[in-house]
């Protein structure tokens, strides 16, 4: 599976970006998918995460509210929609998949490159 993400950028505290995350390769409908990010000199940290059927949702504390993951498995595409943006939530934001148990970076099985999302105060 090869992911891509695309859909940062810089905006202005409070406003708000959508990523996406694109898969090709093979069906990436049985993979829970994830978003991490990494802020420089920080280590890489779970943001959100959704079951394969997307029936389940879960979010990093810090973002509950304020981000919402959904997938849409015709499209192989998972999305990150990120409101009230804080200069907190400047960071690469990576996507990734697994068929692990938990949302520990190393049970992700692929990842994509990330991108920037940048928040100006």
């Known amino acids: 599976v090869q992911l891509q993400a695309s859909g940062g950028g810089l905006v202005q505290a409070g406003g708000s970006l959508r990523l996406s995350c694109t898969a090709s390769?093979?069906?990436?409908?049985?993979?829970?998918m994830g978003w991490f990010r990494q802020a420089p000199g920080k280590e890489r940290e779970f943001v959100a995460g959704i079951s394969w059927s997307g029936g389940s949702t879960y979010y990093l504390d810090s973002v509950k509210g304020r981000f919402t993951i959904a997938r849409d498995n015709a499209k192989n595409t998972v999305y990150l929609q990120m409101n009230s943006l804080e200069p907190e939530d400047t960071a690469v934001y990576y996507c990734a998949a697994t068929m692990g148990t938990s949302w520990a970076r190393s049970n992700m099985n692929y990842w994509g490159k990330g991108t920037q999302v940048t928040v100006s105060s």
């Open positions: 390769g093979r069906s990436f409908s049985g993979y829970d």
